[in-house]
């Protein structure tokens, strides 16, 4: 199982999990859900105290995800297979992406 923890404008937003290969979760930490001011991260995750599931890496993650020529030097040169959207997601999703949403992965002990 891996994790990141999904942050909106700097604020910790959620978390997103990959339980197992075809298998996503996202839910939104409580103390942003209940932060009005906070937006939702996308229209296609309105801000709920659900959890979201998906047999694929939602699409809003996964749009995030360089394509063409940038994603096979991105996955040859981090060693990560092409298939591995949330591997490459964790590896280029946490500094300088477009937009306001960063990902950085949770390591637990």
Do not use: W
């Amino acid at each position: 199982m891996r994790k990141a923890a999904v942050y909106c404008n700097k604020v910790l937003a959620g978390t997103l999990t990959e339980v197992k290969h075809n298998h996503f979760v996202f839910r939104y930490e409580d103390s942003y859900f209940y932060d009005t001011t906070q937006p939702a991260i996308s229209l296609t995750l309105p801000k709920t105290r659900q959890e979201y599931t998906s047999e694929c890496l939602f699409p809003f993650f996964f749009n995030m995800l360089s394509e063409g020529a940038n994603r096979n030097l991105q996955t040859r040169q981090l060693r990560i297979d092409e298939d591995d959207h949330f591997g490459l997601l964790l590896a280029t999703a946490q500094f300088d992406t477009i937009g306001a949403i960063i990902l950085k992965p949770i390591v637990e002990q």
